[in-house]
């Protein structure tokens, strides 16, 4: 009940490509969707959020797009760089204020 | 501010052995979070504090985890006896409570624990 499903676990793309990391949930008593970006060696950093109430947020090259009754978000990168690559995880928080992370993937773009 | 800081930043130790992992969070923030990230089971929580009390423990894996916050600045969380499969690396965060906001959890560097 409480797992976030993330996919693909690894991606390689292109410089200038669009890297996109998805995300699935079962708990509708989630209210809020952070995306964390980790390099190693580093804790991870949040990237970008967004509510359920929003369908899609938008922070300079980053995106997320959320939909509700799928119970599915994504996270889109647009113009990849080389830069970008380091892990990525999906989170969902409960009321009580408890983060359940999805299982990471690792970008590599590739220069 | 200088974020979330954690001590040490690794720890070699033998079986058998305690362990003492040390967190200041942000100035200010009414949460600390302890999770342990590995290969095999990615990020879980452990246990988190809401102004210095524990709120939830249910993430602490067995007895000899244990976490205590005595002050607004300061937290640890201990292993008695260590064990080789508590080998991890041990993150601290903490967020700041801010009504009909989100909140954000931010994230200490981590202590890299090896239990030989």
């Known amino acids: 009940q409480q797992q976030v499903k993330q996919s693909p676990q690894s991606l390689i793309v292109q410089k200038g490509g669009i890297s996109i990391i998805n995300c699935a949930y079962e708990n509708t008593a989630f209210d809020y969707f952070p995306w964390y970006q980790q390099f190693p060696g580093k804790g991870p950093a949040l990237l970008i959020a967004?509510?359920?109430?929003?369908s899609e947020k938008k922070e300079g090259r980053f995106t997320i797009s959320f939909n509700k009754s799928a119970k599915q978000f994504s996270l889109h990168i647009m113009d990849s760089q080389p830069g970008d690559s380091a892990t990525y995880f999906c989170?969902?928080?409960?009321?009580?204020?408890?983060?359940?992370f999805g299982s990471g993937t690792q970008l590599t773009v590739l220069p | 501010d200088a974020g979330v800081i954690q001590s040490p930043r690794h720890e070699v130790t033998e079986m058998g052995q305690e362990v003492t992992l040390r967190c200041k969070p942000i100035s200010g923030h009414d949460y600390l979070f302890w999770y342990r990230q590995t290969m095999m089971r990615g990020l879980e929580l452990l246990i988190y504090?809401?102004?210095?009390?524990?709120?939830?423990d249910s993430g602490m894996p067995e007895d000899r985890f244990s976490a205590k916050m005595p002050n607004a600045s300061f937290s640890t969380l201990k292993i008695q006896p260590s064990e080789p499969r508590d080998s991890a690396v041990y993150f601290c965060?903490?967020?700041?409570?801010?009504?009909?906001?989100?909140?954000?959890?931010?994230f200490g560097p981590g202590t890299r624990l090896t239990v030989l």
């Open positions: 989170a969902a928080r409960d009321s009580a204020r408890q983060l359940t």
């Open positions: 504090f809401n102004n210095n009390v524990p709120i939830d």
């Open positions: 965060a903490s967020s700041l409570t801010l009504t009909r906001r989100v909140d954000t959890q931010y």
């Open positions: 967004i509510r359920p109430d929003v």
